[in-house]
């Protein structure tokens, strides 16, 4: 947040404001009951005010303190304690979870009444612009430090922002620098799956025709996966949606895989039986992931 300083600068808010304000506190004191009366018929026609003015004794303690803020808008004296009082009613709006629209509201009600307060208590018209003006700024700077303190009280850091803006961008690379590790060693994978799947293919006819077969078919199967894998993560990195299901399809062509090994055993029928009920288990878990994704 911007020093007292700082703000009233960008605000332009000179010495002649300062008078100006100060005039207007005579006139502001004599109308102040008036106000918190208006301004609570304005309040009691926004939805949902009785959630934050639940019983008399929270009302009356508001409208007390609507008196106090009022008439400081006119004090003449605006230096680092009445900032830091702003501070605290908006930590206090913060505090009730009041939305931050109810307060935007609440401040154009207060301009509007100010100003009406104004012409009906100043004829010349050139003067009552300047007081309007000076009116103007002083409700900006206030409606400026309330949605400060909103925006404030959301940025939680545990350290320092700066620690920790340096930390999630260190993460933010370092996950990245894996990811591409990662397609890295699956590229040094598919090189070596299609080793395995050219000396299958080249000793087919060195032995038992089924067996080879069956073995080229599983180096063939175990090459989808890698290009399933490579894909993947490459679209990933590209900022790509991960789908899980690629994960549920690599298992279930490992299983496959395992099948066409254990065909080849005649005494393997039970391992054989257990691995078709995992791949109709893993089969329905696909189906159910592919349905969602769409």
Sequence with gaps: MYSFEKIKSHYGFTNGDVRNLEQLRPVMERNVVDFVTEFYGFVKNL??????????????????????????LFCGNYNRRYFDELEKVGLAHVKINLPAHYVNTAMHFVKSYVHDTINKEFKDLEECAFLERSVGKILDMNLDIFTSTYIEEEKKFFLSQRLESYLIQFANRFTYGLNLLLVGGLVIMGIGVMWLFTYDVMHVLDGNVEKALLRTLGSLLMLWVVIE???????????????????????????????????????????????????AVLGVVYWLIAKVDG
């Design 47 to 72: 939805s949902d005010s009785d959630k934050f003015l639940k019983n008399d004794t929270i009302i009356r303690r508001h409208q007390d303190s609507l008196k106090v803020w009022f008439l400081r």
């Design 229 to 279: 894998l490579m894909e993947t993560e490459v679209k990933h990195l590209k900022g790509g949606k991960f789908k899980i299901k690629v994960f549920i399809s690599v298992a279930l062509v490992a299983v496959i895989r395992k099948i066409l090994v254990t065909s080849l055993k005649t005494d393997a029928v039970e391992a054989q039986l257990s691995l078709v009920a995992a791949v």
